[in-house]
């Protein structure tokens, strides 16, 4: 006979309320759940559903600001015989003895989490001797041991190392190893993987299960992809706008959702084995109002399964379209493209040559969109920038419209830029800050001299807000007072204000909620077939890319790995490096995660 532990923590009743001098928000609303040892416990949900506010309610991160209500209970496992304690019941001092070491978290960013004027190794180190008895020296033999277990390369020298000297798999995997420092009860991980290329993702989760087995401790994994949540999760709690919608085993949950939310939540990835003809969005499978007493009030939509959410492009029409594309001359020739930088490792050394780019050949065809898929580092961005002249290649030939590229002067190479655009993959860094919405749309429009008066230039603005879902009141408003979507919006709205007939989009809906994301993906769709634009769509995600492209190009280490028809590199890759960048992909399958839950409910299971 098998019973389960008792909870090593008991969220009851949580709220959160930040007051403002004109508004009041209310974060979290009511959030319960309960936490067995050993298991992980997925919160899944979109930017502001109140996942990270509760995880830093439960460390005591919250600021003074901040109003609580409600029961946090931590039972220690190491002491069984001890009472559990009420976290929110403690002062300031009482909770640092938890927090960070019975209790850890690791944060989405690592770069913002991690010193820059500290090495590595100095910084895990601190976080052992807080947390443990030991001096120095025994510290830093610890931390190697740590580096050593999160799988970092040459435990002892990367100690030595800054956080700007590795990458951003290594820079997470030190944030991991400083979590683990205090050998936590309880890892909450947030958004770990979100920024993450998804073979670097890939091995972190793998890392985090393994972990959580080889410590026995018990997880809290947030995030917004429900392909990860599939991936690591046993049970899943479903939070939007703050208050918790749905709570289920993770294979009850993907089997039958019962919320229309976590429907939407579903649906909206781009499935790898089927080409939609659009994404689904959350706004699809349910309708949102606010009642007198300002709750919530959540209504299912009776065509949520209808024919045209689930339409499908067969194989024949996409083989047309490609034939149709690829009969036309190229739009843009690319012909030996490279980008070198010199590398000096010593002021006696000889200079070698780092080549970003590395003798790069392609075409695009006007109204296509070739997706360019690779890790970071791989050249993606860089082979952007060149194409735009924004950094100059080092050899090469580009062709736009039979027109060399890279021997325009600077006039021809401006009046060639307003036909190639590029959207970035920063939204807010994209803006300026200190200028208005109309402003920032109007502006190419008078760099380009387009249109004869403002008034013009302005319906045009409201014109394109209106093209990209907004309207014409976010001309005055400041680009803080948006979404990370809609500022993304705003940024292809401003795309289009130069007319271009040719645009890059680098990242640009990998920051986003699975949701925005595929609102963003369908817009591009839509705005593609209305002024014939041809896109070059970069992603280091291969479904997303797969969704959206014509043709897909996969780069590595500078150098072009395949390109073909989006169809038959994913489901024929040729080269290794394609195959393991599918492979990583989150697919979840019923079967799969039947499997593993059943795997994992009797690792848990411990016998009286």
């Not at 030190?174 to 947030?190: E, K, Q, R, S, T």
């Not at 020739?333 to 590398?343: D, E, I, S």
């Not at 150098?559 to 890759?573: C, F, K, T, V």
């Amino acid at each position: 006979m098998n019973q389960p532990d008792p909870p090593i923590l008991n969220v009851r009743n949580f709220s959160v309320t930040f007051r403002g001098k004109h508004e009041t928000v209310r974060a979290v609303k009511g959030v319960s759940y309960q936490l067995i040892p050993g298991e992980t416990l997925g919160i899944v949900g979109e930017s502001g559903s109140g996942k990270s506010v509760t995880s830093l309610g439960i460390i005591g991160l919250l600021p003074p600001t901040a109003e609580i209500e409600g029961e946090i209970w931590f039972r220690d496992p190491r002491h069984p015989d001890a009472e559990p304690v009420n976290l929110l019941s403690l002062n300031a001092e009482a909770r640092r003895k938890y927090r960070g070491g019975l209790i850890s978290m690791v944060f989405q960013e690592p770069l913002t989490s991690l010193n820059p004027v500290y090495t590595c190794g100095n910084q895990v180190v601190e976080a052992i001797r807080l947390h443990q008895q030991v001096d120095k020296s025994e510290a830093r033999q610890r931390a190697i041991a740590l580096f050593q277990e999160v799988q970092l390369p040459e435990p002892a020298q990367m100690i030595e190392r800054y956080p700007h000297q590795i990458s951003g798999g290594q820079q997470q995997r030190v944030m991991i190893a400083m979590a683990l420092a205090g050998n936590p009860a309880i890892l909450i991980a947030d958004e770990p993987t979100t920024a993450l290329d998804v073979t670097i993702q890939d091995t972190i989760l793998q890392l985090l299960r393994n972990l959580q087995t080889k410590r026995d401790m018990a997880v809290i994994f947030i995030t917004h992809d429900m392909g990860v949540i599939a991936e690591v999760a046993d049970r899943v709690v479903v939070m939007y706008r703050g208050e918790p919608v749905e709570s289920a085993k993770v294979y009850d949950l993907f089997a039958r959702p019962q919320h229309p939310y976590t429907q939407g939540l579903l649906n909206c990835r781009p499935q790898p084995d089927r080409r939609l003809k659009r994404l689904p969005t959350v706004s699809d499978f349910m309708t949102v109002t606010t009642n007198a007493e300002g709750e919530l009030e959540i209504v299912a939509k009776a065509d949520a399964d209808s024919e045209e959410l689930t339409a499908e492009i067969s194989a024949a029409e996409t083989r047309s379209r490609y034939e149709a594309l690829t009969q036309k001359p190229p739009l843009l020739t690319v012909r030996n493209l490279t980008k070198a930088y010199p590398v000096r490792h010593g002021f006696l050394a000889k200079k070698t040559f780092f080549k970003a780019v590395d003798q790069v050949s392609f075409e695009v065809y006007p109204g296509e969109t070739l997706g360019l898929v690779g890790e970071s580092g791989c050249g993606k961005s860089t082979l952007s920038r060149c194409l735009l002249r924004l950094i100059e290649p080092t050899e090469g030939e580009v062709t736009y419209e039979g027109q060399p590229v890279l021997t325009l002067d600077a006039k021809p190479l401006r009046d060639l830029r307003r036909k190639m655009q590029i959207i970035f993959q920063n939204p807010y860094g994209s803006l300026n800050g200190r200028q208005n919405i109309g402003s920032a749309v109007m502006e190419p429009m008078q760099i380009h001299h387009l249109y004869d008066s403002a008034a013009e230039r302005r319906d045009r603005a409201v014109d394109l807000l209106e093209r990209v879902g907004l309207d014409a009141s976010a001309l005055p408003r400041m680009p803080h007072e948006f979404s990370g979507g809609q500022r993304q919006r705003i940024c292809i709205a401003r795309t289009l204000a130069c007319e271009p007939s040719f645009i890059i989009c680098d990242e640009s809906v990998s920051a986003l909620d699975v949701s925005v994301q595929a609102q963003v993906l369908n817009l591009l769709k839509d705005l593609q077939a209305d002024f014939g634009l041809t896109y070059i769509f970069i992603s280091h995600d291969l479904s997303v890319v797969k969704f959206v492209s014509d043709r897909i190009m996969v780069m590595n280490a500078g150098r072009l790995e395949e390109i073909g028809p989006a169809d038959e590199i994913y489901n024929y890759p040729q080269k290794p490096y394609t195959q393991q960048l599918i492979q990583a992909i989150p697919n979840p399958k019923l079967d799969e995660i039947q499997q593993r839950q059943t795997e994992r409910e009797t690792a848990l299971a411990k016998p009286l």
